[in-house]
């Protein structure tokens, strides 16, 4: 009974597995052969094997580019803390109407298009856009924010503060009241409390939402190709070039695996860390 | 403390606002130019949608995508979840996390790679894909599975398994209770996989980016070419329209799965949690 069963079981996951395995692994899989291919607009390929593209990356323009994006995904991460937080929290005390008013603001714009959001910042921020068309309004003036590393870190704040907001406030619906009335009548402040009670019980919330911002700003390519443009190039949009403008399969193909293991280490390395710190924190 | 934490709520939730209030009010805008304060307001530009028969083949083609990826998704995924609730499998936790890594692969190196197999199958058959459908609709399929299997996995999990008992000691058999008890109380899960899956595929952009050409190029796709290129509200119209969609969805998935929730699915403590948003729409 268990073993048919479970043969059953195999068959029905068959089908996704295999997309899985055909459109993601076998693709990757590729990348690295092609990455082996000497460096260079070279078709149809040949030479090699070897590691000459992973060696070109070393090379200006990239080390300059991959840093610039790991500050941006880093302060993106932060500022969506920062910002992510009060209002986890704030979403996690209401309930009936206003939460669902709040949640459906939060998740709305998860279900636009980056490339919409994107330009809406664009209208906003450009010359000609509100912001400079305010300020000329008021005979101030203009100020055009587009094409800056400002521009870039706003919009991708914006688009993934929402996942922040629900990861915490995942977290902090997850807290059981009565540790809380535990602290308080064991005599701490509701600072103490706060502190040492319910900012620890958020971290798993927090590592899992921090790693998947900063791997998804990393990531993204329409924020940066839009509203930074050349001011603010970052190594997903070198990728791109690589491919359409420069020919240099090799090198995207070397670039786009680096982006992937640095990516697949800080997710893997934020699942272990929650992990283990809801396991201290819960005792199990 | 609250009036606070509401103050950081309200500036919040402006910001998430902001941009598609600018993509809204400048698709109304009389004139090409924007203006503050406005002169007026019209129609103009989404009556003008109908001279872009970019925008519009776009719009055509990502619905289309949108659609049969959703369905191959719904057919490969409701049966993984089945599997993976009702199977008694080791490993399920692995499996799981296989099923839902491609949410968190960099679009455009995913989209790369499918490109490159494409090249791959072409030299190696002859069978030339470039330029069809099947890239976009694989890569697409790969990316709204996982939504299909999470939502419909959690709504599994959530049902009571004493149903299914008594369907089968009353004499059902497996099929029958499969159609007639587990899927109907699973029907929120699945309904909400399948608009999750469907907005997925719709608004994607990073993936489709290297994928899409000519007459395959999408919505998403589309709109970025454009933005470059026209200077007048064209594009914020039917990106408004798209807006209006999203908002429609997001009512949507609140109504069928009842208020939505930000409590995680029965969460099994830290486990890597891609996008935290799909707990939401689920």
């Known amino acids: ?284 | 403390m609250r009036i606070a934490l509401g103050a950081a709520a309200v500036v919040a939730y402006g910001v998430l606002l902001l941009a598609p209030l600018a993509v809204i009010l400048y698709s109304v805008s009389p004139g090409a130019a924007l203006e503050i304060p406005p002169s007026g307001a019209s129609l103009r530009w989404y009556a003008g949608l109908a001279d872009q028969p970019r925008l519009v083949s776009g719009l055509f083609t990502s619905l289309g995508l949108g659609a049969i990826a959703t369905g191959a998704a719904l057919v490969t995924g409701i049966p993984a979840a089945l599997a993976l609730t009702r199977g008694s499998l080791p490993g399920r936790e692995a499996i799981l996390a296989v099923l839902l890594s491609p949410l968190s692969l960099p679009g455009l190196v995913l989209g790369l790679g499918v490109l490159t197999s494409a090249a791959v199958l072409a030299n190696a058959t002859g069978i030339q894909t470039a330029g069809t459908l099947l890239p976009l609709f694989a890569a697409h399929l790969l990316i709204t599975i996982p939504w299909v299997v999470r939502s419909v996995t959690a709504s599994l999990e959530s049902a009571d398994p004493a149903l299914e008992d008594q369907a089968r000691s009353l004499g059902a058999g497996p099929f029958a209770t499969l159609f007639l008890v587990t899927l109907p109380t699973a029907r929120a899960g699945i309904v909400a996989g399948a608009v999750s899956a469907f907005v997925i595929s719709f608004g994607n952009f990073a993936l489709s980016l290297l994928l899409a050409s000519g007459r395959t190029v999408t919505l998403p796709v589309a709109i970025y070419e454009a933005v470059d290129r026209y200077q007048d509200p064209t594009v914020a119209a039917i990106s408004t329209l798209t807006i209006a969609a999203a908002v429609g969805a997001a009512l949507l998935t609140d109504r069928i799965s009842g208020p939505l929730k930000t409590r995680g699915s029965p969460s099994r403590g830290g486990r890597q949690e891609s996008p935290a948003g799909l707990k939401a729409v689920r």
């Open chain 1, 1 to 284: 009974m268990d073993r048919s069963r479970r043969r059953v079981a195999g068959l029905l996951l068959l089908p996704a597995l295999l997309v899985v395995v055909v459109v993601a692994a076998v693709p990757i899989g590729l990348l690295f052969r092609v990455a082996l291919y000497p460096p260079g607009p070279v078709a149809p390929l040949s030479g090699g094997p070897g590691l000459d593209s992973f060696a070109g990356l070393l090379s200006a323009p990239y080390p300059s580019v991959a840093l610039r994006t790991l500050r941006l995904s880093l302060l993106t991460t932060v500022l969506v803390t920062v910002l992510g937080f009060p209002v986890a929290l704030f979403l996690s005390r209401s309930r009936g109407l206003s939460r669902r008013i709040q949640t459906l603001l939060i998740v709305s714009p998860l279900l636009m298009s980056v490339v919409v959001r994107a330009y809406g910042w664009m209208l906003i921020l450009g010359r000609q856009g509100f912001v400079g068309e305010t300020l000329a309004a008021l005979s101030l003036p203009r100020v055009g924010l587009l094409h800056t590393e400002a521009a870039v870190l706003l919009a991708l704040t914006e688009s993934f503060l929402p996942f922040m907001i629900l990861a915490l406030a995942a977290s902090l619906d997850r807290i059981d009241p009565d540790l809380l009335a535990a602290a308080r009548g064991l005599g701490a402040s509701s600072a103490r409390t706060f502190l040492q009670v319910v900012v620890p019980l958020t971290l798993p919330g927090f590592v899992a939402g921090a790693s998947f911002v900063l791997v998804g700003s990393l990531s993204a390519y329409a924020i940066p190709a839009l509203l930074g443009g050349s001011a603010a190039r970052t190594f997903v949009m070198e990728i791109y070039e690589l491919v359409t403008i420069s020919f240099d399969w090799p090198t995207a193909a070397a670039a786009s695996l680096v982006l992937l293991v640095f990516a697949s280490t800080l997710l893997g390395g934020g699942a272990l860390l929650s992990r283990r710190r809801s396991a201290r924190t819960f005792g199990t």
